[in-house]
């Protein structure tokens, strides 16, 4: 489904009773890069009876305004750090399935309040994302949409390229600042955001619950088992198992859904260098292309399934804790079948979706200092006053998550590297005043002390909590471990007074800060206590600041906004030269078929041809594809499948550095239910002259059979 954008931007909210339809997202292993350098469905009652509002309305569904809407966000297919395993050498080099930013709008229209939930096809949700997102709507809508009520979530894949933040150790990887990678995902966002707002109408929203065990592993054990024993009872398997979805109607039509469920989104490992929205990335694919014939690139509206995480901190889907492993050696595979697993777990959930969702919408918002929080005593286990401290990354990163990737070795002495430049400000020792205050962690690099020539990592963060109905989700900064997020979850619904399974975790959302632990967690410093950069009471402090939230929530009053983080687009630096020219091999031109099909293929064979072709920097084709899988059907060659699909994949592959030489590969493996016929392949690029625009160009092979 191409994104269609709004003609006429609505500037104000809907008050009752308008006329329905006016209502036009262990493992970022960032920081082992950052130290490389220096270093059946459950039955479970809903009691939605919160307010009294809510309550007149408990025993009947609630007709909102729902909207739907998706978006590409695809950025650099080539030549790009890819962003989550904070490898070096993991550059883009192709495509496998493009990502996409998928949105929902939920306006009540009672109040004229509303909210938006985005889920992205990212590693993280940067703040530097939320801030471009933001400021974008602003000059769309005014002030219909903000901060407070934009909810900005990632599925967290460890396959797309990196760059977008404007914090240095997320940009390591990348060799500092991608711009254009950083404007395909904003302008996404918002394209899809917009998408929703144009949609909206007159709809329902159910709540269905269910559980998944076989698709997701508990990665730091012994961490996990220093909790107390009330905690550890919650999660019988050591995993969070809960599958929690909202499905959306328009005027009894369905419409959408949104998934929740903890894992890791890593099955694909640091080897990979083909973009992939990963198992999640997957499993809305099969949803919405396969049941619900959803084709991206047409003009139409169709079925949104959106796979969000929660607090999955400590879950790999590596079900036999090692990259790639679980429950087979293949990591394409293993993609499929977790994301096949979360697909069919969502789906009864869906289908045995019961309970109406009723009441109000609202949204609560505000930006904390995590560096500088005064903890109470009432959440700390000492029953003491502590404080948060300046980030510090441990020296524990260094190990990594061994479960979903290898560790990143250090420098050797004398290696010379382009990263160098980025981590002359970063040699500098803790001061002992810090190294106490990170007790007991092996400090190596006091991140939040330095400030040069950009933050390395985020200190002001956005804490928010979103209610659609009697559901609410706690959207925090970070990756939290399932107990972690477990006792947030019971602080928030204690403040609330609403039931635990109405409070859900929302990790990965609207800026990123590595990870949070339990404090008895973060005493064993594990990879995910030494990614706990504010110290060991970083927890309590979300408590306590989630707690505040709450409270206004059910209160119905405002908040102070906060101390407003920096905007530090102006502070960005890059390494990485963009593309000088493109050459075709001598004797040939641009789009020339290098390597033709074969005549004949049956089912299950795959189809591969080469092209002469230009650097894909050249054009990001957001929206569009670079290659087409295309049937001659009634005398007209009519597109089957595109470069989101998952039997195709597109990889660029450079020939000659001097000259800018380089080729496509399209491979294309056919499925069993692919209707015989003649067919071709289409590869669409772009070339740069040495002086000169950028010219774009069609390359087609010969006709074959599938039979």
């Excluded at 709540?207 to 961490?223: H, Q, Y």
């Excluded at 985020?458 to 471990?481: F, N, R, S």
Aim: proline content about 6%.
């Amino acid at each position: 489904m191409r994104s269609m954008h709004s003609t006429a931007a609505q500037k104000t909210g809907l008050k009752a009773p308008e006329v329905p339809g006016t209502f036009k997202a262990r493992r970022a292993r960032v920081l082992p890069l950052l130290l490389a350098g220096a270093l059946g469905a459950l039955t479970i009652a809903v009691t939605p009876s919160f307010d009294s509002a809510d309550a007149a309305t408990a025993q009947a569904p609630t007709t909102y305004l729902v909207g739907r809407g998706i978006s590409d966000i695809t950025g650099e297919a080539a030549e790009t750090g890819m962003m989550g395993y904070s490898k070096f050498d993991q550059k883009t080099s192709g495509i496998h399935q493009r990502q996409r930013s998928r949105a929902f709008i939920v306006a009540d229209r009672t109040t004229g309040k509303r909210v938006v939930y985005v889920n992205a096809d990212l590693a993280m949700i940067f703040q530097a994302v939320q801030q471009g997102v933001i400021g974008e709507l602003k000059q769309r809508y005014g002030s219909l949409y903000t901060e407070e009520n934009v909810l900005l979530s990632a599925t967290h894949t460890h396959g797309g390229p990196g760059g977008y933040s404007h914090h240095l150790a997320y940009n390591l990887a990348s060799l500092g600042f991608q711009k254009d990678t950083y404007n395909a995902i904003v302008s996404g966002i918002v394209e899809s955001i917009t998408e929703a707002h144009d949609d909206l109408k007159p709809g329902t929203i159910t709540l269905g619950r269910g559980e998944l065990t076989n698709a997701s592993v508990n990665r730091s054990r012994p961490a996990f088992e220093a909790n107390p024993s009330s905690d550890k009872a919650a999660f019988p398997g050591a995993i969070d198992p809960a599958m929690t979805v909202l499905r959306f109607a328009q005027g009894g039509k369905d419409v959408g859904a949104i998934s929740w469920f903890a894992t890791h989104n890593t099955s694909m490992t640091n080897t990979n260098t083909l973009i992939s929205p990963d198992n999640k990335g997957y499993a809305a694919y099969t949803w919405e292309h396969d049941h619900e014939g959803v084709r991206y690139l047409d003009d139409a509206k169709g079925f949104v399934a959106a796979f969000a995480n929660t607090n999955a901190g400590d879950m790999s889907p590596n079900l036999n804790l090692k990259p790639g492993s679980g429950p087979t050696e293949d990591e394409f595979a293993n993609t499929r079948i977790i994301g096949e697993r979360q697909f069919q777990a969502a789906k009864r959930a869906y289908d045995q979706a019961a309970t109406p969702v009723t009441g109000s919408v609202d949204a609560r918002m505000r930006f904390v200092d995590m560096e500088n929080v005064t903890v109470d005593g009432r959440y700390t286990d000492d029953g003491k006053e502590h404080r948060t401290c300046p980030a510090m990354v441990g020296a524990s990163t260094l190990a990594g998550s061994v479960e979903d990737g290898p560790a990143v070795p250090g420098f050797t002495e004398g290696m010379k590297s382009p990263v160098a430049e980025l981590l002359e400000s970063w040699h500098i020792d803790p001061p002992q005043w810090l190294v106490g205050c990170q007790y007991p962690k092996a400090g190596l690099v006091p991140t939040g002390l330095i400030t040069t020539p950009a933050p390395v990592t985020p200190k002001i963060l956005p804490l928010q909590i979103v209610k659609i109905g009697q559901l609410y989700l706690v959207a925090g900064p970070a990756e939290y471990t399932i107990v972690s997020g477990l006792r947030i979850r019971r602080t928030v619904a204690r403040e609330l007074g609403v039931p635990i399974e109405n409070v859900l975790m929302q990790g990965y959302a609207n800026a990123y800060s590595q990870y949070v632990t339990t404090p008895e967690e973060y005493d064993l410093q594990q990879y995910e206590g030494g990614s706990t950069l504010y110290g060991r009471y970083t927890l309590p402090a979300y408590q306590q600041e989630f707690a505040k939230l709450a409270a206004a929530l059910r209160d119905g009053t405002g908040i102070d906004r906060g101390p407003v983080p920096p905007d530090l687009k102006d502070r960005q630096i890059t390494l990485q030269t963009g593309v000088v020219m493109d050459n075709p091999p001598s004797g040939k031109v641009f789009g020339e078929v290098l390597v033709q099909p074969k005549g004949e293929y049956s089912a299950g064979q795959t189809v591969r041809a080469e092209f002469v072709t230009g650097h894909p920097k050249n054009n990001l084709r957001r929206g569009g594809t670079y290659l087409e899988v295309q049937r001659l059907v009634d005398g007209v060659w009519t597109r089957v499948l595109d470069d989101g699909d998952w039997q195709t994949t597109y990889r660029w592959i450079r020939t000659n550095a001097v000259t800018g030489t380089s080729k496509a590969v399209v491979t294309w493996d056919i499925a069993e239910s692919t209707p015989a016929g003649r067919y071709r392949i289409v590869h669409y690029g772009d070339a740069k002259p040495l002086f000169g625009k950028v010219t774009p160009f069609t390359g087609i092979t010969r006709t074959f059979v599938v039979g």
